[in-house]
Nanobody, 115 residues
């Protein structure tokens, strides 16, 4: 069982920054392509960023390119999402999971971008 804990969300003004963290207690975490998924109010969850096992290959949905960065530290069984130049459309609850979302979902962390 892979348990996931997300943290780092908050309320910021447009243009602000946040750094989200995802940690797991299971070393299986290190063997998977990981992703950040977000769910905005009234919308379905969408995969917005992913990172390969070694951390060298990343991908982002178009709306995030140039603003967000994803990284991982397998020694700490952790993954991060650096969010810069935040926009109101980034408001959502953010979750981490393996790329296909097959693990149990954590509680997520809420990000609110508002003036």
């Amino acid at each position: 069982q892979v348990q996931l804990v997300e943290s780092g969300g908050g309320s910021v003004q447009p243009g602000g920054s946040l750094r989200l963290s995802c940690t797991s207690s299971n070393f299986v975490f290190n063997n998977y392509i990981l992703g950040w998924v977000r769910q905005a109010p009234g919308k379905e969850r969408e995969l917005v960023a992913s990172i390969n096992v070694g951390g060298e290959i990343t991908s982002f949905t178009d709306s995030l390119k140039g603003r967000f960065a994803i990284s991982r530290d397998n020694g700490k069984k952790s993954m991060y999402l650096q969010m810069n130049n935040l926009k109101p459309d980034d408001t959502a609850r953010y979750y981490c999971n393996e790329r296909f979302g097959s693990w149990d979902w954590g509680q997520g962390t809420q990000v609110i971008v508002s003036a």
